[in-house]
């Protein structure tokens, strides 16, 4: 199977889906990609906004708080 390169965009929307409530294993089925690769990049997502933010999340009962 050939790989496939996501932009940016496309990452950050899928990120976004997740921690707008949506299941992950349904994203991930949708886009084709594996839950490990979802989670590698939300977890450099979520890096990244705290650095150029200074944002603190919280995670409990399958939803992502974000706290300013």
Not at 30 to 38: A, D, T
């Given at each position: 199977m050939k790989r496939r390169r996501w932009d940016s965009k496309t990452k950050t929307k899928i990120v976004l889906e997740g921690l707008s409530g949506r299941p992950v294993s349904e994203i991930c089925n949708?886009?084709?990609?594996?839950?490990?690769?979802?989670y590698s990049w939300r977890d450099k997502f979520l890096s990244e906004a705290r650095a150029r933010k200074n944002?603190?999340?919280?995670?409990?009962?399958?939803e992502c708080i974000i706290l300013i």
């Open positions: 949708e886009y084709g990609i594996h839950q490990n690769q979802y944002l603190n999340f919280e995670y409990g009962a399958g």
